[in-house]
């Protein structure tokens, strides 16, 4: 019964997102978004907004978001991946990196940087200075991390090494005997990712200008 009540939910929320990026729509989605104080309801309107009703009027109001310091972390991180989906990647990559480094080290953040920074083939279309910027961040944060967390930076190091577009970014051989564990890839693997990130920046140093 949860399961059919669900698919008709999913169905009826479609249906009333079609089209998308109407005005009319994504205008009273803003303004209820404008008017509200509840946290889940502000995540709920942005998810909407970013994914189905998309409008110009929007930028301004979430960038003011995004740069709210009252605001929660998850709020500001929503209203800027907003931006960087529907905006200019160099105009809001800048606060992007603020918010991502305003995160707790270890997890957090490395979640932050790599929900932010999927952005695809589009991060080879950044500024000379952003994309430095995005680099040093990452390689940042892995150094931060202790050696007992290193495996929680894997996802940062596989994202850094695909915008240096290094072979494998960063990974070891996953056929390896030494990563083969009984039900899949053992910590090591993951590990040993971050670690040749972190010994390719230790080699490297000034060495992250676009290939």
């Known amino acids: 019964m949860r399961h059919r009540i669900y698919l ?3 169905a009826v929320w479609e249906h009333h997102m079609t089209p998308r990026n109407d005005p009319r729509k994504a205008q009273v989605l803003l303004t209820l978004l404008q008017r509200t104080t509840r946290t889940a309801e502000k995540s709920r309107l942005i998810l909407t907004i970013r994914q189905y009703q998309w409008c110009p009027a929007a930028e301004q109001y979430l960038r003011d978001l995004c740069e709210a310091e009252q605001e929660s972390l998850d709020i500001r991180r929503l209203a800027v991946e907003s931006l960087l989906d529907h905006c200019q990647l160099d105009t809001y990559m800048p606060v992007a990196l603020e918010i991502i ?4 080290k270890g997890l957090r953040r490395c979640q932050a940087f790599n ?3 999927n952005r695809g083939a589009r991060l080879f279309k950044l500024s000379e200075e952003n994309r430095r910027a995005v680099l040093t961040a990452g390689f940042d ?3 931060e991390l202790p050696n007992e967390e290193l495996q929680v930076g894997y996802f940062v190091a596989r994202r850094l090494g695909y915008m240096l577009k290094i072979r494998n970014q960063f990974a070891p051989d996953q056929r390896a005997a030494k990563y083969r564990g009984q039900y899949g890839l053992k ?3 993951f590990i040993d990712t971050v670690k040749n990130a972190r010994e390719w920046r230790a080699n490297h140093t000034g060495e992250m200008r676009s290939n």
């Open 115 to 117: 929900s932010t920074t």
């Open 8 to 10: 008709m939910a999913s």
């Open 141 to 143: 944060i892995l150094a």
């Open 187 to 189: 910590d090591e693997f």
């Open 101 to 104: 480094l305003a995160h707790e």
